[in-house]
């Protein structure tokens, strides 16, 4: 007879604690030289993986919510619901690192000899995080100038490049804000608006350098310069064919469209309807911004470990992990759209008509 829908279950049997609870192998034990301090190794390093599938888990369904031709504004709450906790559960790692950290590098040095050859490189889960983030291949450190998931078995190379031909997060945003209409509005047209008030910002700026009374002339032409023009850090949203070629370099990863949008949303942020999609996008950023902040974190302490010791799975340790950190940003495109706002001051105003279509005219249904 089968169990009913409701059938009771200890709080043991829920979490499988004795699977969990003995899974702790020291090896310092095995081969007969116990050290204290492994237990912590070993246990930090499975709460990390757990809180990985616990990040999986969450960024699978904020792909799955942005699969579809037209998302919804619930499914944008409910990804920025999600997202947030992917924020938070980063931030909580970063923590606890300082808890590996009550272990000093004589305690470390006990059992390390019998870690080689496993790695952090090798953990398959914190790559699939990075490959459904949208890390691009191209863009990754290599590992002994081999493929990043040389380290894995076949199945788990094909599950790597599955999230790639499928479609990562970054794919699905870019989607996402190339489908927008916020740049297909009728009576308005964005970005000959956005052109006429940069020019005016960038003139009031610098008219106001070349009134100053405290700046000598060569500090004006650098003040100038610092505040550019129509031909520098703006050319590449003003120019479409400037654009596709930082594309093609590597340099900027979002379509022109979707980084026109993503410029429009934040800044007609305050517009009712521009909410929740400047929210969603503030949740990537910071995403990336705590991915970024383990990794630096996670190399200090692998500095303060072993200094610049050989990492036990071969790579340079600390130098490897410091590059990461400095080059497997993901959503820069993002935080790059900050050099591209002008001062609501300088704002183009919206038609009201046009106000009032952003006033949650879309997708009510």
């Not at 916020?182 to 608006?193: I, Y």
């Not at 100053?212 to 650098?222: R, V």
């Not at 799975?313 to 950190?325: C, P, R, V």
């Not at 400095?326 to 001051?345: A, E």
Request: proline residues 3%; aromatic residues 10%.
């Amino acid at each position: 007879m089968s169990e009913g829908k409701y059938s009771t279950i200890h709080y043991q049997k829920y979490l499988e604690l004795e699977k969990l609870l003995s899974a702790q192998v020291l090896r310092s034990e095995q081969l007969g030289e116990p050290a204290h301090e492994e237990m912590l190794f070993i246990i930090v390093h499975q709460v990390y993986e757990l809180w990985f599938k616990q990040i999986i888990h969450e960024v699978e369904s904020v792909i799955e919510l942005f699969a579809d031709d037209e998302v919804i504004e619930s499914s944008l709450g409910v990804a920025i619901g999600r997202l947030n906790r992917v924020e938070g559960i980063l931030e909580l790692m970063v923590k606890q690192i300082s808890v590996m950290e009550s272990m000093t590098p004589l305690d470390f040095l006990d059992f390390r000899n019998y870690l080689f050859p496993a790695s952090g490189f090798q953990s398959f889960q914190f790559r699939a995080v990075e490959s459904l983030l949208g890390l691009p291949n191209k863009q990754r450190i290599t590992y002994h100038g081999q493929k990043y998931h040389s380290v894995f078995q076949e199945d788990q190379v094909k599950q790597l490049e599955a999230i790639y031909e499928k479609g990562t997060l970054l794919d699905t945003v870019n989607a996402w804000l190339e489908r927008t209409p916020f740049l297909k509005l009728d009576g308005f047209d964005f970005l000959e608006s956005y052109k006429g008030a940069l020019k005016s910002m960038l003139k009031k700026e610098t008219e106001a350098i070349e009134k100053s009374d405290y700046l000598t002339e060569e500090e004006k032409e650098k003040r100038k310069e610092m505040v550019g023009s129509t031909d520098t850090y703006f050319q590449s949203i003003l120019s479409r064919e400037e654009h596709n070629q930082m594309m093609e370099e590597g340099k900027k990863r979002l379509s022109y469209e979707a980084t026109l949008a993503a410029l429009f949303i934040n800044l007609y942020r305050d517009e009712p309807i521009l909410h929740l999609p400047f929210q969603f996008i503030t949740c990537l950023m910071d995403v990336d911004n705590q991915m970024t902040a383990w990794r630096h974190r996670h190399a200090q302490m692998v500095m303060r470990m072993i200094g610049n010791k050989i990492g036990t799975g071969g790579s340079s340790g600390h130098e490897y992990l410091n590059k990461t950190a400095q080059k497997h940003q993901i959503y820069h495109d993002f935080h790059n759209i900050s050099t591209l706002l002008i001062p609501r001051s300088d704002l183009p105003k919206l038609p009201k008509e046009i106000r009032e279509q952003l006033n949650f005219h879309f997708n009510v249904n």
